[in-house]
């Protein structure tokens, strides 16, 4: 019985904090309102609007894979592209969906990327998946830092997709 009391007391002081670890991304200190949008201005000089919004639309095709992740406007006129996409990151024993808004402004040798609205929910955890649980607000510090990795991996994506030569 001793044995018993001493493994269940070794498995309470074990997992009850890394329980609690690991949901320390979506529950803690709120992060600013500013802090959950991410602006960035990229300059390609002597390239025209049509080839930055053409190449711009191709890496939103290439980037958008999964189902949850769509263009939802385009214009060529003016320049815009919106969508939304979905990204997953696993902490702990939890898988978090992280969705926002990207938008792209295009004019001649210049791009203005938007990322902004994020909203989460969980996939799936301590062995359990969960395929109907509802996206709430990113608003804790450490997940809109975690999100801002992301963005700035995107955006890079980006520039490096709009750079690539695309003579044949």
Not at 58 to 73: D, L, N, P, R
Request: aromatic share 16%; glycine share 8%.
């Amino acid at each position: 019985m001793k044995k018993l009391l001493s493994y269940l007391t070794i498995i309470v002081i074990v997992l009850i904090p890394f329980t609690f670890y690991s949901c320390g991304t979506m529950y803690g200190v709120k992060g600013t309102e500013d802090a959950r949008n991410f602006e960035r201005i990229g300059e390609f000089p002597n390239v025209s609007k049509g080839d930055l919004y053409i190449r711009a639309n191709s890496w939103f095709v290439a980037t958008f894979v999964s189902a949850e992740s769509v263009i939802e406007f385009n214009d060529k006129e003016s320049g815009k592209i919106m969508g939304k996409f979905t990204y997953e990151y696993g902490e702990g024993v939890y898988t978090y969906r992280v969705r926002q808004v990207i938008s792209v402004d295009i004019k001649d040798g210049k791009i203005r990327f938007i990322v902004n609205d994020p909203y989460y929910r969980v996939t799936s955890g301590a062995g359990r998946y969960y395929s109907n649980t509802p996206y709430n607000p990113l608003v804790t510090k450490t997940g809109i830092e975690k999100a801002t990795v992301e963005w700035n991996k995107l955006y890079q994506s980006f520039v490096d997709y709009v750079n690539k030569d695309t003579s044949w």
